[in-house]
């Protein structure tokens, strides 16, 4: 599947201002209480580490292409 960049920048642009303060300030991570949400899914490995990179289980990688398809996929 091929995806569309401008959807992709769209999405990341709405997930910054979506998790950032009053001022408009934003973390360049995501939010802890999803990533936990995600590990309580079984979409990804335990996010609390010190590691700046978080691990997509078989099903969360599976999920998530499948989501990235529909959301960001090109249309013929």
Do not use: C
Not at 13 to 39: I, P, Q
Not at 50 to 56: E, G, M, Y
Request: glycine share 10%; proline share 3%; hydrophobic share 40%.
């Amino acid at each position: 599947m091929e995806y569309d960049d401008k959807l992709i920048e769209e999405a990341v642009l709405a997930l910054l201002a979506a998790f950032s303060s009053s001022g408009g300030n934003a973390w360049k991570g995501f939010d802890f209480t999803v990533m936990n949400r995600l590990h309580e899914q079984g979409f990804i490995q335990n996010p609390v580490n010190k590691n700046k990179s978080v691990w997509l289980t078989d099903e969360g990688l599976q999920h998530g292409r499948q989501i990235a398809d529909r959301l960001f996929g090109k249309k013929p």
